[in-house]
């Protein structure tokens, strides 16, 4: 299931891949692939690491699902490819860049692998999901492989910002210690929450500031 990310990662995912529940949520995933359609396609579930090296991490947005709808997931948080419809949550955090990062344009698109690439790890904490079934895959194993990826870094990398939305990806902030990294939070990005307190959070900028205090070049938000 795991060989379809980045080499610095081999040591970090390998550990997990050796765990029973690793292999039980395996073979889950692999009936599932047989019974149902599965998203995003197998060579994709890893992207985000693959994408993002672990040494080059200074940023993780943390989902909790993959969409769940027709060619919309491809293994990035919140990312779907080109030519898709940018979902909700997407158009709202570009609306947020309008206002927090000078010269931001909206985009057409929403895929967001030019942040991957400059090392953003838009990390979901569940992988898969059965197709038109939102969180049909949650409470199968997927989480204690994330929870232990946000452990890693925490625990290895210094000065990372961890972009926490809602109080699902809020809570994981149990697991980073804060005292080496920078944990921003506030309420989801979604239509039903975003006017609360995302927008207006000034969380992109922040981050820059952050890494360009700690001797790291800034994220170029722009798609």
């Known amino acids: 299931m795991g060989n379809r990310y980045h080499e610095s990662w081999e040591e970090i995912l390998k550990k997990q891949f050796d765990q ?9 995933v692999q009936n599932e692939r047989k019974a149902n359609l ?3 396609p197998s060579n994709l579930v890893f992207n985000a690491f693959n994408l993002t090296p672990f040494d080059e991490i200074k940023v993780v947005i943390l989902g909790q699902d993959p969409y769940h709808n027709d060619g919309q997931a491809h293994g990035l948080s919140f990312s779907v490819p080109d030519g898709m419809q940018i979902p909700p949550s997407l158009r709202n955090m570009y609306l947020e860049l309008s206002t927090d990062i000078p010269n931001f344009k ?5 895929n967001l692998t030019k942040w991957a690439e400059q090392g953003v790890l838009l990390l979901n904490a569940t992988l898969t999901v059965q197709a038109h079934q939102a969180g ?10 994330t929870d232990q ?3 890693e870094i925490s625990n290895r990398l210094e000065n990372v910002v961890f972009l ?13 210690d804060a005292n080496k990294h920078l944990i921003l939070t506030s309420v989801h990005p979604s239509p039903l ?30 798609i």
């Not at 929450?193 to 959070?201: I, K, M, N, P, Q």
């Not at 952050?210 to 938000?221: F, H, R, S, T, V």
């Open 38 to 40: 599965v998203f995003p």
């Open 193 to 222: 929450s975003a006017y609360r307190g995302f927008l207006g959070s000034k969380h992109f900028s922040q981050a820059n500031a952050y890494l360009l205090k700690n001797g790291k070049k800034a994220i170029d938000w722009q």
């Open 20 to 28: 029973p529940y690793m292999q039980a949520l395996s073979t889950f």
């Open 149 to 151: 990826v946000i452990k």
């Open 136 to 145: 049909s895959h949650q409470k199968k194993g997927w989480e204690t492989f």
């Open 164 to 176: 926490l939305w809602g109080s699902y990806a809020i809570n994981k902030s149990a697991l980073i």
């Open 106 to 110: 909206s985009p057409a698109s929403g």
